[in-house]
């Protein structure tokens, strides 16, 4: 068998509890700068894509906005923008939500990232269809969760048909005969359950022709649209049990699509601490867990999976010996419990503190801040390749734990070895995201209508 090349990318973190924002070396987490030196690093390293995720509604704990996380980013798709003006190869992945979003809108802005980058353009579909999120667009409520993958496979085919809408040759630009475009160019009609729209698509496709398609949920329906329809998928299972077990169970999905298990990579967020011994790595992977899971976040994150009040509990004794309150929500906006279920996240959680002796905050480090990758650069090297080669990913989406200086390490110390291994590339050898990635070229439905 040949050596798997392992597909790197880069995000600057999401809103959540494992970006230290009071370190030292923290910089902004709003400024250009920040996004720039991150998505340079990436690039300096020859990664895939760099990626940006989308948080719609602040979190609020208790009735108030929690304000212990990072609050507020950008919106990704103009950062990108920005982005592509100080970046050559790198490709540029924007999250953008299809529950309260319209279809025409964001392939125009998606094509518009694939023109201005030079064909480096990916979407990463998200489904997030909660009445509190929804409440910020006047959609409080307005999608139940069964319909949240059914709008967007139609959103996703709704985008696809406007980015197809133009052909090749379009563009006449010819002065002799006064013809810009041809006539019918970017005629389409869409008529389904969730959007009936029909026009002139403004927006010719970008060198991509369709841009790249990531996918970023774990439910079964998740995974069947990703089948269907995804180039990535951006996943949790950062372990190599659950990993190998998810790779397999969504590899076996494409096959009813006529697709091949390499037209659909796998990559899921992972995290690393490097030293320059194991012990030292260790060392420091402690000092990263008691900044990023300080006694706050660690009694706010067990009072939203125990749906009460817990402050008369000590962050480093015990688990609280009450039960949890079935219905009750004190944290919105978090998802914690949601694979699971409330119940079964407190059974589980129990069950691991009880067998390692844990505190509540030892416990809320070990289930939400375990940073995947910990050692030397050596022995990270060679985790990541065992993982990769093992059928547990395709690759990796990193998620530094400081903005923006927390990748340097990896691009300086790590990645030279993997180039050395034979399963990184050492320079880029395309010019789109789709290169990058090994994938083909995007299916291009011409329509059937010419004037
Ligand atoms: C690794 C990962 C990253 C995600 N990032 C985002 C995000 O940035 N914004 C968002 O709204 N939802 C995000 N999601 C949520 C999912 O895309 C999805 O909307 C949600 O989990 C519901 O789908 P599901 O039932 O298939 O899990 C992410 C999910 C995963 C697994």
Redesign the pocket.
């Known amino acids: 068998m040949p050596v798997k090349q392992i597909h790197l990318a880069a995000q600057l973190p999401?809103v959540q509890h494992t970006v230290i924002w009071s370190d030292p070396h923290a910089g902004s987490q709003i400024a250009f700068d920040s996004f720039a030196r991150l998505a340079r690093t990436a690039e300096r390293g020859k990664f895939d894509f760099f990626f940006l995720?989308?948080?719609?509604r602040l979190r609020e704990h208790k009735g108030r906005v929690h304000d212990l996380d990072v609050a507020g980013r950008p919106e990704a798709l103009t950062v990108l923008g920005a982005l592509s003006a100080v970046t050559t190869h790198i490709g540029l992945a924007a999250?953008v939500?299809s529950t309260f979003n319209e279809p025409y809108d964001v392939a125009r802005r998606v094509a518009t990232l694939d023109h201005l980058s030079g064909g480096r353009a990916a979407w990463?579909?998200?489904?997030?269809?909660d009445a509190f999120?929804g409440e910020n667009f006047r959609r409080g409520g307005f999608l139940d969760?069964a319909d949240?993958?059914t709008r967007a496979a139609e959103f996703l085919h709704t985008a696809q048909e406007l980015w197809d809408s133009w052909r090749p040759g379009d563009f006449r630009a010819d002065a002799a005969s006064g013809e810009f475009i041809r006539a019918g160019a970017g005629r389409f009609a869409h008529r389904g359950q969730h959007f009936d729209i029909s026009g002139r698509f403004s927006t010719p496709p970008g060198p991509q022709g369709r841009p790249v398609i990531i996918?970023?949920?774990?439910?079964a329906?998740?995974?069947e649209?990703a089948a269907a329809d995804a180039d990535v998928i951006?996943?949790?299972h950062s372990d190599l049990a659950s990993g190998r077990a998810a790779y397999r169970d969504v590899k076996a999905r494409l096959a009813k699509y006529g697709r091949a298990p390499e037209d659909l990579k796998i990559i899921?967020?992972v995290s690393y601490v490097l030293g320059d011994t194991p012990a030292e790595a260790a060392e420091r992977a402690e000092e990263v867990a008691r900044a990023q899971v300080g006694p706050e976040t660690a009694l706010m994150l067990m009072e939203a999976a125990w749906g009460r009040d817990l402050s008369g509990y000590d962050p480093d004794g015990p688990l609280p010996d009450v039960d949890p309150v079935p219905e009750s929500v004190v944290t919105k906006g978090h998802?914690l419990y949601?694979?699971r279920g409330r119940d079964e996240t407190v059974r589980h959680w129990r069950k691991i503190a009880e067998e390692g002796g844990l505190s509540i905050r030892e416990l809320i480090t070990e289930v939400t801040a375990r940073p995947t990758f910990v050692g030397t650069p050596r022995q990270v090297a060679d985790a990541m390749n065992e993982f990769v080669q093992s059928d547990a990913a395709d690759g990796f989406?990193f998620s530094p734990n400081v903005v923006p200086g927390g990748l340097d390490e990896l691009v300086d110390r790590v990645v030279p070895l993997l180039q050395e291994m034979g399963v990184h590339r050492a320079e880029y050898t395309g010019g789109t995201l789709r290169d990058h990635l090994g994938l083909r070229p995007a299916r291009h439905h011409h329509s059937e209508e010419t004037p």
């Open positions: 999401s995720s989308e948080g719609l999250t939500n990463n579909v998200v489904t997030s269809y999120t969760e949240r993958y996918q970023a949920g774990d439910s329906e998740g995974r649209f951006f996943s949790r899921p967020s998802n949601r694979s989406v």
